[in-house]
């Protein structure tokens, strides 16, 4: 059975900042796309970062040069780095594993940018 746990969501001040850390069950985590996504309320699921197996990663423009997204294939983690939180930051962020036609979810955790 695979498992994705998100862990490390909660209430930050803008400006402020928060680690995301996704443990993964029940997959070869070195062969899967990892990914961060987000969904605020009233907007689609957005992807925030990915990173591939090899380590190559992508961000959604919005969150390059504040998120750093990284993974250790041995523990099947991966995790997210968000500095300088902005309020439009705020969703529910989704951790994510792809690898050919196999796709999974985490069941998300939220994170609020507010003071």
């Known amino acids: 059975q695979v498992q994705l746990v998100e862990s490390g969501g909660g209430l930050v001040q803008p400006g402020g900042s928060l680690r995301l850390s996704c443990a993964a069950s029940?997959?070869?985590?070195?062969?899967?796309?990892m990914g961060w996504y987000r969904q605020a309320p009233g907007k689609q699921r957005e992807l925030v970062a990915e990173i591939a197996g090899g380590g190559s990663t992508n961000y959604a423009n919005s969150v390059k040069g504040r998120f750093t997204i990284s993974r250790n294939n041995v523990q099947n983690t991966v995790s997210l780095q968000m500095r300088t939180l902005r309020p439009e930051d705020t969703a529910v962020y989704y951790c994510r594993a792809t690898f050919r036609t196999s796709n999974f979810w985490g069941q998300g955790t939220q994170v609020t940018v507010s003071s």
């Open positions: 029940g997959i070869v985590g070195s062969l899967y796309t």
